[in-house]
């Protein structure tokens, strides 16, 4: 009885409860009573009428308005009813046609104006705040993702719908999901559902504010808020100024962009070094790109072995060559709380202390370009290539 009770509570709270779960209720039970009169009605009288299926056939047919003609009522008292049932069909046929026209059209009225929420949505891309060239930077990014759509991305900006409707037009995004409001802000965030995403990416939107501290300070907030609703998710954040990494690093987030520090480093860079705007460029990964950099996981059984073991099962592939490590990889979170379980394993106060030390210290994402040979592989790490495209 107990599970019968779970049943019935289960089918109230997500049908009968839902907005239209109590009209589709009626509609079915009329269904089912009225096969039940007509097949009262007709059978003995009528050899089209053998049995319950015959009925519920008959009464589908006609409350649809279909009328196959293939079954008919004999009796006076089953063709009155018959009328009965046409005359309902069509008001709730036509009720119906209109309510689902009126769902669709209030539904793509909502998507269009960033009024939707996507609580339903799982393991998707969310994009906090947009980029001049911000079709550019949707394309690039599918490129880079092949095994997503642009079904799988939701932005959420201040900026106006038509701006958003106009990137749909490109036939790579006629499928972006879209969220208007600001994107600091708690419920905007839950509407996107940050909580089921598997990746946030927080720009820097020079397009609200011509100030960098208040470009930067709005994405420590919205990293701050996202954390305080997922801690597990990761995101990656971009800064102007580097003088806000610390923030960003105090309130847990994952990746770190800082796009104008970039462009300052590689044309510095440029000056000493002819054609590196070139190398860094073609190891990005650009369209026309033979080559770009990568990581890859690394097999389980060359954990806590040397790199220089490592580097020697690659030395033979002539598609990539490994180049560094990438250690600490995944949310701080994570892998801190890892951390810390490993280090408390020891009963020496002294080697103790020095353990939670190292744990404080543990840099997320941390790149280790052409180690030693002897370099002990950590767990949590994933190998860098240069690969052939």
Known sequence: MSRVRKVVKIFRRNFLESKYGIPVFIILTYIFVAAGIILGLEIGSNEQFKNILDALWWTIVTFSTTGYGDKVPVTVSGKIFAITTILTGVGI???????????????????????????KLKNHLVICGQKNAMLDFLRELLRFNPEIDSGDIVIITNAEPKKIESLKEDELLKSLKFVSGDYSQEKTLQRANVKGAKKVMVLADIMESSSISEVDSKTVMTVLTIKGICKDVYVCAEL??????????????????FSMDYNRIILGNASANNGITHVFYELIGHEKSKSKIVTAGIPKEFVNKTYGELRR??????????????????????MKKEALRQAQKTANISKLLEN??????????????LPLDSHKIKGNSVAIFVERM
């Open 240 to 257: 102007l100024d580097k003088k806000y990494e610390n923030y960003l690093k105090q309130v847990m987030c994952d990746e770190i962009h």
């Open 93 to 119: 046929v036509s009720f119906l046609s209109g309510t689902m026209a009126s769902i669709f059209v209030d539904r793509n009225s909502k998507a269009r104006r960033g009024l939707m929420d996507y609580k």
């Open 356 to 369: 939670l030390q190292e744990v404080k210290e543990i840099n997320i994402n941390d790149p280790v370009l």
């Open 313 to 334: 099962k690659y030395f033979d592939d002539e598609d990539r060559v490994i180049v560094g490590l990438l250690e600490n990889t995944g949310t701080p979170r994570k």
